[in-house]
Nanobody, 124 residues
C-alpha cells in the first residue's frame, strides 16, 4: 500500500508562485512514476504533470507548460510541483498520484494510488 500526502497549497495572488510537495510512504518509491492532477470548481479532474521513476522524463499539460516544473527526490520519497506565473484558472485541488508503470502516464486510469489533495487558490 502506498500513502501519499500533499502539502504546500494555499492562497496566492495572480502572477505569484507556490511549491507543492508530495511525500510517499513506500520503500520502492523509485519504481513509481509520479504525477500531479487537479480539479477546479465545477470541472473534472485533469492531468497537470508527470515524471518518470528515474526523473529523466517529464510531461506537462499544455496549460501549464513553461510555468510549472515537476521534480522528484527518490532519496527522500518526495515529488514536487513548482508553480509560477499562477493564474486564477489554476485554482483547483491538486492531487499527487503514483503509478506502478515506470514511464510517464498522463491519464488517470494509469495511476494506482492517490493523495487526498491540497487546495490552491489564485486570486485576481
Amino acid at each position: 500500500q502506498v500513502q501519499l500526502v500533499e502539502s504546500g497549497g494555499g492562497l496566492v495572488q495572480a502572477g505569484g508562485s507556490l511549491r507543492l510537495s508530495c511525500a510517499a510512504s513506500v520503500r520502492t518509491f523509485s519504481s513509481y512514476a509520479m504525477g500531479w492532477f487537479r480539479q477546479g470548481p465545477g470541472k473534472e479532474r485533469e492531468f497537470v504533470a508527470a515524471i518518470r521513476w528515474s526523473g529523466g522524463s517529464t510531461s506537462y499539460a499544455d496549460s501549464v507548460k513553461g510555468r510549472f516544473t515537476i521534480s522528484r527526490d527518490n532519496a527522500k520519497n518526495t515529488v514536487t510541483l513548482e508553480m509560477s506565473s499562477l493564474k486564477p484558472e489554476d485554482t483547483a485541488v491538486y492531487y499527487c498520484a503514483a503509478a506502478k508503470s515506470g514511464l510517464v502516464p498522463t491519464t488517470q486510469r494509469r495511476y494506482d494510488y492517490w493523495g487526498q489533495g491540497t487546495q490552491v487558490t489564485v486570486s485576481s
